[in-house]
Nanobody, 115 residues
């Protein structure tokens, strides 16, 4: 079983930056599929990006070039660096982990981009 806790959400102005972190309750070194999702107000949850065990990443077109996902296996964390934030980036951000037996979600952290 894996417990995930996100942190770092806040209110930020358009064009600003924010770094989110997802802390896992156990080692992530063998977890090959770690992702970020977000859910805008009144909208559906959507995929933001992912990172696999070898460090390769993939991103949704809407955040490509602005967001960067990284992982620190020693700290059991996955981070999401968000730059050039836009109002449409507003939402609750969730981290997600898939294991061979199950999948796990964090409780989410609120990001609001507004002037």
């Amino acid at each position: 079983q894996v417990q995930l806790v996100e942190s770092g959400g806040s209110l930020v102005q358009p064009g600003g930056s924010l770094r989110l972190s997802c802390k896992a309750s156990r080692s992530i070194s063998e977890l090959d599929d770690m992702r970020w999702y977000r859910q805008p107000p009144g909208g559906e949850r959507e995929w933001v990006g992912m990172i696999i065990a070898n460090g390769n990443t993939g991103y949704a077109e809407s955040v490509q070039g602005r967001f960067t996902i990284s992982r620190d296996n020693a700290k059991n964390t996955m981070d999401l660096q968000m730059n050039s934030l836009k109002p449409e980036d507003t939402g609750v951000y969730y981290c997600y982990v898939q294991t061979p037996r199950s999948e796990y979600w964090g409780q989410g952290t609120q990001v609001t981009v507004s002037s």
